[in-house]
């Protein structure tokens, strides 16, 4: 049965997020639910220039969701289907103004020199030029709208006080805006009232702004006189007092404007959110059972400046919750101790052996897996729209580790405790079958800590580290966990880990200072058999476990029975032969690359770039576009 998505809110930021889910869930149902519809929305009476205003949060974020909102304003621009949208030159003055953190996302942006700043007025101030995207909300929202309702989605007007209303859905995203105050309970979402004017002046060609609040920004059709910024009003009706104040201080910066006609007067509220944009998944109690919500609010004043990047991630949120595991989540740790375990295996060894090639082999999946997988992880960071292949690699990728991950743990467990406590020369098989047991004991405690871990606490969130976490999680690397249970949860999870680590790290500096036990630890190997131990056998000997004999004719040598313990593997692994180490890694290299050569070829050709002008090279075209674009061609 195919899932049943709802996503709250029909701006500007409701409606991409829709479409976006639409687009890349091509099984789900997707249902669109507003109060107010095109052109009622507080969206519509933007000017819709691009450019972080009125928001909080990283810039690393904003600079990110930024420029794949600019990349597809301009693409859609360039296809010439959506009304309302353009390229603009403009430029922002303030009192010591700073660089811009978005200065590379714009297709050009310079520091203001002291001639420009005069010929506008703004002696002694700071600013920056820029060439940018503009897009009308109240043109571009109904295209938008069309074309998530040609792909099959549905669209309610109605309004949902209470999330219990949607209890028959699997999912529900929240892109209510203001309104998540209420819904959701969040008393960090605030009004931040804006008043505009918008006039009859086809002289202005540029956008300009000032800080604290005055700014002309021309559309298609009018010029957009602002503005207020009055942070806790929730008024929505006109201040006669305001409009007056805005055209006061915009014709006193271009004269011009006193001809200029007065067509409509419009207020609003941005939803702003200290802390900046909540983008992240929330499991919650909707009527009588548990729902994932994917929140997506508090763009503040930057509706139109990250839409499309947030839906994008936004997206990404469900297709985890289905299976799809974050490719980060154990890379580092795996990789960390995979690189121990093979200096631990090979430490003080002139010879390698075959049940260290059969370690080798596995420990250099494990590498490659953790390589690939961080690879995957950052360009899933930089390129959200890439969510499918990477999410289809983390699925193999977690899938083909595990059973080798215990493999590993549990042989690796047993040589660093035996070579830990080597109890000179005398061995009792006893205990080495209690030490045994302790390294599977070990790694299933690992494994299960792991899966409790993500059942409680709602799993890893990758790239979503927008937003800070709510009051009673606790956040570790790439887990975000809640309530007590979970903390308890993650805080044995990461003990378990650092104790491994610690050991593999003890053992090798022990085996570096210690001769004795560096020699012992070479002797423990059930598989160093020589000649001499046949040998001394026929001579009448009888050598103990790890017991020094003499060597036959051909020179001296160091015989050792096989542990108990470890007969059924050598007898296992002796199959494997005796193949040298380069040959092991090239092969364990290669069939990894064979094994994951499908999602690779996915993901590059998900990528690839169209062929672009060299005017038109700043703006990169995402892989959303191409496969919206084979979408398109296939329904035609």
């Known amino acids: 049965m195919a899932p049943s998505v709802a996503v709250l809110g029909a701006g500007v930021v409701g ?70 949208l353009g390229i603009v030159s403009a430029y922002d003055v303030e009192e010591n ?47 938008l709208m069309k074309r998530f309702r040609d792909r099959g989605g549905k669209v309610i007007k109605a309004r949902v006080k209470t999330l219990d209303e949607l209890s028959g859905y699997d999912i529900i995203v929240n892109c209510t805006g203001i309104g998540a105050r209420e819904l959701v309970g969040d008393e960090k979402v605030m009004p931040v009232r804006g008043q505009v004017i918008k006039v009859h002046a086809p002289s202005v060609k540029n956008a300009k702004f000032s800080f604290p609040g005055t700014y002309v920004i021309p559309n298609d059709e009018f010029v957009v006189l602002g503005g207020t910024a009055q942070r806790g009003d929730w008024r929505v009706d006109i201040d006669d007092g305001d409009t007056a104040a805005i055209l006061a201080r915009c014709r006193r910066w271009i004269p011009s404007l006193q001809s200029a006609r007065v067509e409509r007067v419009w207020a609003g509220l941005r939803p702003f959110r200290d802390g900046g944009v909540r983008l992240e998944v929330e499991r919650r109690m909707v009527a009588d059972r548990e729902v994932p919500v994917v929140h997506n609010y508090g763009h503040g004043g930057s509706g139109v400046t990250m839409f499309w990047g947030c839906a994008l991630q936004a997206t990404m949120q469900p297709a985890e919750l289905y299976g799809w595991v974050a490719a980060a989540a154990a890379a580092p740790l795996q990789a960390t101790l995979a690189v121990g ?5 090979h430490a003080g060894r002139a010879r390698w052996r075959t049940v260290d090639l059969f370690l080798v082999a596995v420990v250099a999946q494990q590498l490659v897996a953790a390589l690939l997988a961080l690879g995957f992880s950052l360009l899933r960071l930089m390129r959200p729209e890439a969510a499918a292949a990477c999410a289809a690699f983390a699925w193999g990728w977690t899938a083909l580790r595990t059973l080798q991950a215990s493999t590993v743990a549990s042989m690796a467990a047993d040589r660093v405790l035996t070579a830990q406590w080597p109890y000179k020369y005398r061995y009792s098989v006893r205990r080495n079958q209690i030490r045994y047991h302790i390294g599977v004991l070990a790694t299933v405690a690992v494994l299960v800590g792991t899966a409790a871990l993500f059942s409680a606490g709602g799993g890893a969130h990758g790239a979503d580290g927008a937003s800070a976490p709510a009051p009673g999680e606790c956040t570790f690397l790439p887990y975000r966990v809640s309530g007590q249970f979970g903390v308890f949860l993650l805080s044995l999870h990461v003990l378990l880990a650092v104790v491994t680590v610690a050991a593999v790290v003890a053992v090798q500096v022990l085996l570096c200072l210690r001769p004795r036990l560096r020699h012992a630890h070479s002797d423990l190997n059930p598989l160093n058999h020589t000649a001499s131990d046949t040998s001394a056998s026929s001579a009448g000997a009888a050598p103990r476990y790890g017991a020094m004999t003499p060597g036959t004719a051909a020179g001296a040598g160091v015989a050792t029975l096989p542990h108990p313990v470890n007969r059924r593997r050598r007898r296992a692994v002796r199959r494997l032969g005796d193949f040298r180490w380069p040959t092991v890694a090239l092969v364990t290299v290669l069939c990894h690359v064979i094994n994951h050569l499908p999602y690779l070829l996915q993901l590059q050709l998900q990528l690839r770039p169209a062929s672009q002008s060299a005017a038109s090279s700043k703006a990169t075209v995402t892989g959303w576009t191409q496969r919206l674009d084979s979408l398109e061609r296939r329904v035609r």
Not at 123 to 143: D, H, I, N
Not at 341 to 345: A, E, F, G, I
Request: overall charge negative.
């Open 15 to 84: 409606v991409s997020t829709a479409l976006a889910l639409r687009t890349d869930l091509e099984h789900a149902e997707v249902t669109l639910i507003g109060a107010e519809l095109t052109p009622d929305t507080t969206g519509d009476g933007s000017a819709g220039v691009w450019g972080p205003r009125s928001i909080a949060g990283p810039h690393i974020q904003l600079n990110k969701w930024g420029r794949l909102t600019h990349d597809f304003i301009h693409q859609l621009w360039q296809e010439g289907e959506c009304p309302g």
């Open 97 to 143: 103004m700073p660089e811009p953190f978005w200065k590379d996302v714009p297709f050009s942006c310079t520091p203001m020199t002291e001639r420009d700043l005069a010929e506008g007025g703004h002696q002694g101030k700071k600013g920056y030029r820029y060439v940018t995207v503009y897009a009308e909300p109240s043109k571009m929202l109904p295209f």
């Open 341 to 345: 375990l093979l200096c631990l295996l």
